[in-house]
């Protein structure tokens, strides 16, 4: 499973730090693959945030959080980080996990095929 934390009520301006962690069984049995982030604000689809491929060696960010957002994984923790710099109200969310075990990257990833979900966790950013 995937469980995501670190949201919150945030100031325009401020900083978050999400993480999500993985675990149990199909996460002891196949080695971790690609992971990203995704948001979804109320009355709207969700979105892309970004990816970091298996070996960390790549990321991929949506236009809107370039500069703002990192993206970043510890793989002895099973752990996967979006550290969120200058947000902005629009920014507000549920933002929610996802990976899959695969080796290699692939452009389906930002359009959301990705076989493991977390539930995500709230992030507001006030005016």
């Known amino acids: 499973q995937l469980q995501a934390s670190g949201g919150g009520l945030v100031q325009s301006g401020g900083s978050l730090r999400l993480s999500c962690a993985a675990s149990?069984?199909?996460?002891?049995?196949?080695?971790?693959?690609?992971m990203g982030w995704f948001r979804q604000a109320p009355g709207k689809e969700r979105e892309f945030v970004a990816v970091i491929t298996s070996s960390g060696s790549s990321t991929v960010y949506a236009d809107f959080v370039k500069g703002r957002f990192t993206i970043s994984r510890d793989d002895t923790m099973n752990t996967l980080y979006l550290q969120m710099n200058n947000l902005i109200p629009d920014d507000t969310a549920v933002y929610l996990c996802a990976a899959d075990t695969r080796d290699f990257y692939t452009n389906v990833i930002p359009r959301g095929v990705m076989p493991y979900w977390g539930k995500g966790t709230q992030v507001t950013v006030s005016s």
């Open positions: 149990g069984r199909t996460f002891r049995n196949n080695k971790l693959g690609n």
